[in-house]
């Protein structure tokens, strides 16, 4: 959409330069330290592939490009229609695909089921009223694709209106609370699996008058931090 923007001329070419920030020496940014007390990978490049579509192909594709991880979303709502009944097939399917080739697999966990979440206005995807129903899920993925699985993300997009309940409910407390049950039930099951913080949109703050469509990610960071993601035997659930 910015290119677009750019190509008819709506944006100026002043406003589409990226700068320095203000008291910058314009030098890169030092490496942040790896999270102490956990392991850590290092940074890994990927595809991110249809999990329903022909994985193996899709994978195929990725290796021979050179890449040696693979993302795959894995909609809680559809994978466990009725609580306690987890439909095991497509993520065999990818992991043993995975398997096959030598390639890494990073599960990016979103939207919960209905029967998770009573009460609530079902238009837009959103959380689990009880965090531990999520936590139950992952925590079941990690011990039966334990070693299989190398990686967790836990949402995504969750400042953004769509991926959390609708205008003006994202809780970044709310996340917190989701990230850290998780967390725990992954690391219980799969001690050497990384769990990742959900990505944020970047879109910034988008607020047209009946609820907040996105929070900026900034602002929804020092919000996670607030409610709690900061402090001593946590920080490891946010960036581990």
């Known amino acids: ?63 021979s490009a050179g890449f040696s991880w693979i993302k795959a979303q894995i909609r809680w709502e559809q994978l466990e229609p009725q609580k306690g009944n987890i439909q095991w097939g497509t993520m065999d399917n990818v992991v043993n695909n995975a398997a096959a080739r030598g390639m890494r697999v990073l599960f990016t966990v979103v939207t919960a089921p209905a029967w998770s979440r009573s009460g609530q206005d079902l238009k837009d995807a959103g959380p689990p009223n009880n965090p531990q129903d999520f936590a139950n899920f992952v925590g079941a993925i990690a011990s039966r694709l334990k070693g299989k699985v190398h990686a967790y993300e836990i949402w995504n997009e969750q400042n953004r209106a769509e991926e959390w309940g609708g205008p003006g409910k994202q809780s970044a407390a709310g996340y917190v609370n989701l990230l850290k049950v998780a967390y725990a039930a992954i690391k219980a099951a799969d001690p050497n699996a990384v769990v990742l913080g959900g990505a944020p949109t970047p879109a910034g703050t988008v607020d047209l008058g009946y609820g907040a469509l996105a929070v900026d990610d900034v602002d929804y960071f020092r919000q996670m931090y607030a409610a709690g993601a900061n402090t001593a035997g946590q920080i490891a659930s946010v960036v581990a």
């Open 1 to 63: 959409g910015g290119d677009l923007y750019k190509e008819a001329g709506l944006i100026p070419n002043s406003a589409a330069t990226p700068e320095d920030p203000p008291g910058s020496s314009g030098a890169p940014a030092p490496s942040a330290p790896p999270p102490s007390g956990a392991k850590y990978p290092g940074v890994g490049y990927g595809f991110q592939i249809d999990p329903g579509n022909d994985p193996g192909r899709a994978m195929d594709v990725a290796k």
